[in-house]
């Protein structure tokens, strides 16, 4: 089933909100997920402890550099979707999860500093798949982006990733309250209290944009794989 990891060695890029956006939604559509807890703060093992977890999402947080291989290949086995929030550093714990990874997605903020851990990112995946003498699909998840614009700051970043020919999601992930609270409160996005948390639908729908990009590109990859 596939794998899918989240890296950017830059801390506060968004990864652990990204990946569990990603996996509650595709729980919340009836599939099996399981989340390999590989980042040391362990933001989403503290919300499977809170209520609202679908049974349908399994939550391995005992990960160390010496069993990610084996815990990524069981997970694969078991569930319909292997969802890895990394670790904030370059190490070889982040380059073996990319090494087992189906699709890499690198969060990234508008900022010259995510920009930067983005490109040490992409050279990673680059020199895995070479290692694994295959190709590893990749993209920029920007996030922490305005609802109402863009700013000049994130226009630039992904004006400078284009140039680079760095494939970028068309959807981002936007800075929402509702995102917050599933950390604190825990559950799914759907099942948080419209009264008590603004713009729960609009957060939803971003969310579900995010994760059906994601599905598409994941097909696209497999298509291309069978092809060649």
Known sequence: MPVIAFANPKG??????????????LAGNGASVAIVDADPEKWISQWGALPGRPASVTII?????DSIVDQIEQAAAEAQFVVIDLEGTASLMVANAIGMSDFVIIPTQGSSMDAKGAAKTIRLIRNQARMARRDIPHAVLLTRTSAAVASRAIRNVRKQLDQAGIPVFQASIVERA?????LDYGGLLANLDKTQVSNVDKAVDNARAFASEIVARLKAARAAEEVS
């Open 12 to 25: 506060g890029a968004g990864k652990t909100t990204s990946a569990l956006l990603l996996a509650s939604e």
């Open 178 to 182: 509702a995102y917050r609270d599933i």
């Open 61 to 65: 947080s005992d990960v160390t550099e």
